[in-house]
């Protein structure tokens, strides 16, 4: 098992500060107080892709 993160993340305000956040949460998913103290000041989200104005739309994408 594992848990991907798309390189949308390097687009947020603080890449590196998220990144830990995702670790810290990761490892303690069952522990609903760490991943609120991670999540603090993280910065603004990664920005989302409106999907009307993708050149090729994701379905179309790959072989």
């Known amino acids: 098992d594992g848990v991907f993160v798309g390189s949308g993340i390097f687009k947020s305000s603080d890449p590196e500060k998220r990144a830990r956040a995702i670790v810290e949460a990761v490892a303690h ?6 991943i609120a103290e991670v999540s603090k000041d993280i910065g603004e989200p990664m920005p989302g892709l409106e999907i009307k104005s993708l050149e090729i739309k994701l379905q179309e994408r790959g072989w």
């Open 29 to 34: 998913f069952d522990e609903p107080d760490v």
